[in-house]
């Protein structure tokens, strides 16, 4: 089996001509003023989750798809937290059923963790 996995390996370094000792999941590009606004979050202490440019970009998500207000999650898992808490959903309701795509995911596990049942 482990000669399998190197072969792929070996053609996969072939093909895509890159140095595959180190893959980065998402590769940056800074073209603008992140350098400034980085700055001007640290200056002001709001480098978490809260502060003007959070309340900025909330704003104009709200404005660009068309509702009165937008919330930003840190992550999926946070958004189905939120979701299933503005939906009204009690792990004491057995009848609560929910469906989700068939791709594992952590999110998933952690939602059935709080109760739902999938």
């Known amino acids: 089996m482990a000669d399998i996995a190197t072969d792929i390996l070996d053609t996969i370094k072939k093909v895509i001509d890159h140095d595959c000792s180190f893959t980065a999941l998402d590769i940056p590009v800074f073209e603008g003023n992140e350098k400034h606004y980085l700055a001007e979050c640290v200056d002001s202490n709001f480098v978490s989750s809260i502060g003007e ?56 596990g952690n939602m059935q963790s709080k109760g739902m049942r999938f």
């Open 53 to 108: 440019f959070v309340d900025r970009f909330e704003g104009m998500l709200a404005a660009f798809t068309g509702v009165r207000k937008a919330v930003l999650c840190v992550n999926g898992t946070a958004a189905l937290h939120s979701c299933l808490n503005m939906s009204g959903f009690s792990p004491n309701r057995h009848s609560q059923r929910a469906i989700t795509g068939s791709i594992p995911s952590s999110s998933s």
